[in-house]
């Protein structure tokens, strides 16, 4: 299924969300994301406490797209909030897809408000190689500029 979520530069952007992971019927992945070929980028838009599905659904997108490619550029999220996990098995496949993904991706824009967005990079950057930057949900253009920048950039919060 095809969703047109946003135009870049003129020309349509479109988010594939296809389902390898059964949800139960009637209910929607609470991660959305848009996986930008050409640049290298993944955007993820949660929209409620995380599930187990949605990282399975998104690792095998991630998996096929790093097989070409080696690494992502950057990954950008995007939420007013972190909004938890449904469960605990939630949590673990979150862990589990950081665990296996986090050494190829450069760059991290985390595009929220709240304390745990805000303390996020500073304690990441103890543990990930990708650098990690926080930006105020209303700033998403200047973490999409972060992005498109190469080499070391600074790593403080841009409000």
Do not use: C
């Amino acid at each position: 299924m095809l969703l047109n979520m946003h135009t870049a530069k003129d020309v349509p952007v479109y988010a594939m969300r296809e389902i390898f992971a059964p949800l139960p019927i009637g209910e929607y992945p609470m991660l959305n994301y848009e996986l930008r070929h050409d640049e290298g980028i993944l955007v993820l838009h949660p929209e409620g406490p995380l599930e187990a599905a949605d990282f399975t659904t998104l690792a095998s997108q991630v998996d096929t797209y790093l097989a070409g490619h080696g690494k992502l550029h950057g990954v950008l999220i995007h939420a007013k909030s972190f909004p938890g996990w449904k469960d605990f098995g939630a949590m673990l496949a979150h862990l589990k897809f950081l665990k296996e993904h986090i050494q190829r991706i450069e760059k991290v824009a985390v595009v929220a408000d709240g304390a745990i967005a805000s303390i996020m990079p500073n304690i990441a950057n103890h543990f990930v190689h990708a650098q990690v930057q926080h930006f105020d949900f209303t700033r998403e253009d200047a973490a999409w500029d972060w992005l498109g920048q190469s080499g070391k950039a600074q790593m403080n919060s841009v409000a």
